[in-house]
């Protein structure tokens, strides 16, 4: 009868009973196998049996990894679906490159990546599809910049998604608001359009992710975001639940009153002062007409002024509505207060019961009890209808407040800090002030004005940004001291400024910072001119 074969998982397992037991009290064990094997363990020198021992292991180990079978292929997926719009340029592909890669054959900006979202921002708009080759890096530059993400993830489209499926560090594809389908990538970033995608992202995606997806869910249909919120608002963080609070903004209506009503009694400070704002911006919300009554108590029109009795206490009430007891500010108590009631009071109030415009309401001296030589309170009601101002985008009292554009050469300054309240007025009428301002009062309280401003900016205020910058340069200023306004100026100026901007280069002492510094502007808004000109159809 003839021997079985001896295998090679039974030969490997002899020479483990081996080592483990020593071979001074188990001999070494006959490896068997094939005759090519068996001749191989045969020629090992045995006079030494722990070193024959490791020998023997050496050649059982080749034999079992040239002995083992290949597994079964992965099946491959399923291709990505297709993506019917229209290829990218060719030039476009190229600087998509150059971006990516901060640097370009034909500029010598340290850095191009600060241009990469108004170029995504075009190309989506276009609606073209990105060059397979550049969506991989794309998807990497969007996992380290979440700003870009809503923009990358739909120009990457149908292939994006497909590539997040096989790496999961692209795994924020399908969280971002604009992956799911093919119509959302093509219209605005307003999300996925399917109720379980957004209980997905919601219930799996980062804080960050999940605060935009509210927005943009909210954008769409606020009661489904609210609806979303009100899921899990009970094991939410607070300082998460200040963030999402925010978030119901888009969409505000009296549909959220209740919800925010309750969220006056949260257990976070921070959570209740925000609904109470929010709740503010609602002229007909329960909060608003508790805010008008309170106002009505304390300023009231008297002949020729308004008569102001501030609040001597502030009680329960006024704590539960969002009035903190004591002034974050350092400013005086009845002062505080006073201001949060006003700012929190629908603005028609004054005018309904007054009869007058904002304007001539801001006309009027405001003194305490209606006393000609009592305490002025008019900067106090002036800053509080501001904050009302902004918080109910309303546009008749932002003008008002603002006042007329700066004239050169006129005393006038703008009244406290103005770029919230130009936010609120039409983008040309924002380009307008402030280019008004720059002409009479420079570039050096421009830098928040300019960035309320949409961009490009209009050609009125790039002329203004450069004939300023043109006096900057003749007063013997340097540049770093506004390198703010040029770092944005980089990005925003209309490129048709540019033979403008060169000629000032030209003007400039050579080898100056000044020189220098309009030389490198010229080359980014020529660049800009450029980038634009290759995405258009």
């Not at 919120?229 to 209506?253: H, I, P």
């Not at 002024?305 to 969002?322: I, N």
């Not at 700012?343 to 309904?352: N, R, Y």
Request: with cysteine.
């Amino acid at each position: 009868m003839t021997a079985p074969t001896t295998t090679a998982h039974d030969s490997w397992s002899e020479l483990q009973t081996t080592a483990l037991l020593g071979t001074d009290r188990r001999p070494l064990p006959d490896p068997g196998g094939s005759p090519a094997f068996a001749a191989a363990a045969g020629s090992v020198d045995r006079s030494d049996p722990a070193t024959a021992l490791l020998d023997l292991a050496a050649l059982a180990t080749v034999r079992r990894r040239a002995g083992a079978r290949a597994l079964p292929a992965p099946a491959l997926p399923a291709p990505a679906e297709d993506d019917g719009r229209p290829e990218l340029p060719e030039p476009a592909a190229r600087r998509l490159g150059f971006l990516l890669g901060g640097r370009g054959p034909d500029t010598s900006l340290a850095n191009l990546t600060e241009l990469l979202p108004q170029w995504l921002a075009t190309a989506r708009a276009h609606g073209y599809r990105l060059p397979p080759a550049h969506v991989p890096a794309l998807l990497d530059t969007a996992r380290a910049r979440s700003e870009l993400r809503p923009d990358v993830v739909a120009l990457a489209g149908p292939l994006g998604r497909w590539l997040a499926e096989q790496n999961p560090d692209w795994r924020f594809v399908g969280r971002t608001a604009g992956a799911a389908g093919t119509a959302a990538i093509a219209g605005p970033a307003d999300g996925p359009q399917d109720p379980a995608a957004d209980e997905q992202i919601w219930q799996e995606g980062l804080f960050a992710e999940r605060v935009t997806h509210l927005t943009r869910l909210r954008r769409r249909d606020p009661a489904a975001g609210l609806a979303l919120l009100g899921s899990t608002w009970g094991t939410e963080r607070a300082e998460d639940r200040l963030l999402f609070l925010d978030a119901l903004q888009e969409g505000l209506s009296t549909a959220d009153e209740e919800f925010l009503e309750a969220a006056l009694g949260d257990r976070s400070k921070n959570v209740r002062t925000t609904a109470a704002e929010l709740l503010s911006t609602l002229p007909g919300s329960a909060l608003a007409a508790r805010m008008a009554a309170r106002a009505r108590a304390c300023v009231h029109p008297l002949d020729d002024l308004l008569a102001v009795t501030p609040p001597p206490e502030c009680d329960a009430g006024m704590q539960r509505d969002g009035i903190p007891l004591k002034s974050p500010t350092g400013r005086g108590q009845r002062s505080w207060w006073l201001g949060e009631i006003v700012a929190a009071a629908p603005l028609a109030l004054w005018t309904d019961a007054t009869g007058l415009t904002p304007q001539q309401l801001l006309r009027l001296p405001a003194r305490e009890g209606g006393e000609a030589d009592g305490t002025d309170w008019s900067a106090d009601l002036r800053e509080a209808w501001a904050r009302a101002a902004v918080r109910q985008h309303d546009e008749a009292w932002a003008r008002a407040l603002l006042g007329p554009a700066p004239r050169p050469g006129g005393a006038e300054r703008a009244p406290g800090a103005p770029a919230k309240l130009l936010a609120v007025l039409p983008p040309v009428e924002r380009a307008a002030w402030t280019a008004a301002f720059i002409r009479a009062h420079g570039l050096g309280d421009a830098f928040q004005l300019l960035g309320a401003c949409a961009t490009p900016w209009t050609p009125p205020l790039s002329t203004a940004v450069v004939a300023a910058l043109e006096r900057a340069a003749g007063s013997g200023a340097y540049p770093w001291s506004h390198s703010g306004v040029l770092g944005m100026t980089e990005r925003a100026l209309a490129p048709e400024a540019a033979p403008a901007v060169e000629a000032l280069a030209a003007d400039a002492a050579p080898d100056t910072a000044w020189a220098d510094t309009f030389a490198r502007l010229a080359e980014t808004l020529r660049l800009r001119a450029a980038m634009f000109a290759e995405l258009a159809p």
